[in-house]
């Protein structure tokens, strides 16, 4: 068989993360190599963060093309890393690798794959609109970060918890220059009249929680009014349910965590991703939990 050109070495990417198992990205990144004829894969590993340094050591020793963090590794990652993008040096934390050469380049494509979905999905251009942006986690943050770059007119932070929601507020103000200022969630928290776009970032709603409802009021909101829910299972969540009823106009998790794979997938082959093929196959995943 030598010199006839067979090649039976796969191309390597993952997730590293601690716990790992329920993560359903390889299921939508594998049907997405099949469906473009690659033959690449993708390993779901269970990573303790006291190992973190051993496990990028490897993916370098392994030649894996790439990789993506999840919890708890998106801020430790950084110190293991060769170079950050502009979005994650702003965000603060990485959730795809690429390789360029022998380096290791530290992504983020939350807030990228949230854009892309607004853009694709809802029709709607960020720039010059005001959002009221529940929760002041990782994802909130890398959501703020490329509304803002998007051309926000003004962001408003929501949270429970005042010292960490200040926290997000004044790395966005310190990082970006924006507008963005912090509200109180005490109580029910009223959607004020001129937003255009109400984001939950929070993980109110997620499954087995999928029941599970925000302490907003939607009563004063214009009709359309964009509402937006990071949490991806249930597709539909009881914010989302709440919106429709209402006559508003809604975008899902499922479509942020589809475009993050698929801005991840094209980072990592240079190959045009097969959007519907992957976005079938993480549905189907998801339905069957």
């Given at each position: 068989?030598?010199g006839?050109?067979?090649?039976?070495?796969?191309?390597?990417?993952?997730?590293?993360?601690?716990?790992?198992?329920?993560?359903?990205?390889?299921?939508?990144?594998?049907?997405?190599?099949?469906a473009?004829?690659l033959?690449?894969?993708?390993?779901?590993?269970?990573?303790?963060p006291?190992?973190?340094?051993?496990?990028?050591?490897?993916?370098?020793a392994?030649?894996?093309?790439?990789?993506?963090?999840?919890?708890?590794h998106?801020v430790?990652?950084?110190?293991?890393?060769?170079?950050?993008?502009?979005?994650a040096?702003?965000?603060?934390?990485?959730?795809?690798?690429?390789?360029?050469?022998e380096?290791?380049?530290?992504?983020?494509?939350d807030g990228?794959?949230?854009?892309?979905?607004?853009?694709?999905?809802?029709?709607?251009d960020?720039d010059?609109?005001?959002?009221?942006?529940?929760?002041?986690?990782g994802?909130?943050?890398?959501?703020?970060?490329?509304?803002?770059?998007?051309g926000?007119?003004?962001?408003?932070?929501?949270?429970?918890?005042?010292?960490?929601?200040?926290?997000?507020?004044?790395?966005?103000?310190d990082k970006?220059?924006?507008?963005?200022?912090?509200q109180?969630?005490?109580?029910?928290?009223?959607?004020?009249?001129?937003?255009?776009?109400?984001?939950?970032?929070t993980?109110?709603?997620?499954?087995?929680?999928?029941?599970?409802?925000?302490d907003?009021?939607?009563?004063?909101?214009?009709?359309?009014l964009?509402?937006?829910?990071?949490?991806?299972?249930?597709a539909?969540?009881?914010?989302?349910?709440?919106?429709?009823?209402?006559?508003?106009?809604?975008?899902?998790?499922?479509?942020?965590l589809?475009y993050?794979?698929?801005?991840?997938?094209e980072?990592w082959?240079?190959?045009?991703?097969?959007?519907?093929?992957?976005?079938?196959?993480l549905?189907?995943?998801?339905?069957?939990?």
């Amino acid at each position: 068989m030598e010199g006839m050109g067979i090649n039976y070495q796969a191309e390597l990417v993952g997730v590293l993360g601690q716990p790992v198992a329920e993560n359903p990205t390889g299921v939508m990144q594998e049907a997405g190599f099949a469906a473009a004829g690659l033959n690449w894969r993708y390993l779901t590993m269970e990573v303790p963060p006291e190992r973190l340094e051993a496990a990028i050591a490897g993916v370098r020793a392994l030649g894996m093309r790439g990789i993506n963090l999840t919890i708890p590794h998106k801020v430790n990652v950084i110190r293991f890393l060769d170079g950050l993008s502009e979005e994650a040096r702003l965000i603060g934390a990485v959730n795809t690798v690429r390789r360029d050469g022998e380096r290791l380049i530290g992504e983020n494509t939350d807030g990228k794959g949230f854009l892309r979905g607004l853009r694709q999905d809802a029709g709607v251009d960020p720039d010059g609109k005001q959002v009221v942006l529940l929760g002041a986690g990782g994802a909130a943050r890398a959501i703020a970060i490329e509304l803002i770059l998007a051309g926000s007119a003004n962001l408003i932070v929501v949270n429970r918890g005042k010292e960490r929601g200040q926290t997000l507020v004044t790395h966005l103000m310190d990082k970006t220059g924006a507008a963005v200022t912090l509200q109180p969630w005490e109580g029910t928290y009223i959607v004020p009249s001129d937003a255009d776009i109400l984001v939950n970032a929070t993980s109110i709603g997620l499954y087995p929680n999928g029941k599970a409802l925000p302490d907003i009021s939607l009563a004063a909101a214009r009709n359309d009014l964009l509402v937006c829910d990071a949490v991806f299972n249930p597709a539909v969540t009881a914010l989302l349910a709440l919106a429709k009823d209402r006559g508003m106009p809604v975008l899902d998790g499922l479509s942020m965590l589809v475009y993050q794979g698929v801005i991840g997938f094209e980072m990592w082959t240079g190959v045009k991703a097969p959007e519907a093929v992957m976005k079938r196959a993480l549905a189907r995943a998801l339905a069957e939990c």
